[in-house]
């Protein structure tokens, strides 16, 4: 499974972004996804999971409400809406695929920068 990231970039507090990851290789053994990030000094932490069946998701309580998860099974691709956007969502996200063989695959991460 190969996963490229995009849509980060520089935005100022308030505002919104959407990030986007695209599957490819074996898509068919994925069973859920997710985005990660992680700050400068500090340990990367989940923001928010789906699962590639029932469309479940699951948010860090510090983004419920303000971003969303969605994937389009057809395209292969997850996206991450992000709205108001606050400094501290400063970091890069990284997408992460899990298949049913319990393998997980990460993308090579895409910085966001929220200005205050």
């Known amino acids: 499974v190969q996963l490229v990231e995009s849509g980060g970039g520089l935005v100022q507090a308030g505002g919104s972004l959407r990030l986007a990851c695209a599957a490819s290789?074996?898509?068919?053994?994925?069973?859920?996804m997710g985005w990660y990030r992680q700050a400068p000094g500090k340990q990367r932490e989940l923001v928010a999971g789906?699962?590639?069946?029932?469309?479940?998701?699951n948010y860090a309580d510090s983004v419920k409400g303000r971003f969303t998860i969605s994937g389009d099974n057809a395209k292969n691709t997850m996206y991450l809406q992000m709205n108001s956007l606050k400094p501290e969502n400063t970091a890069v996200y990284y997408c992460?695929?899990?298949?049913?063989?319990?393998?997980?695959?990460w993308g090579q991460g895409t910085q966001v920068t929220v200005s205050s």
């Open positions: 992460m695929a899990h298949t049913v063989q319990a393998n997980r695959y």
């Open positions: 290789g074996s898509t068919f053994s994925i069973n859920a």
């Open positions: 789906i699962t590639t069946g029932a469309g479940s998701t």
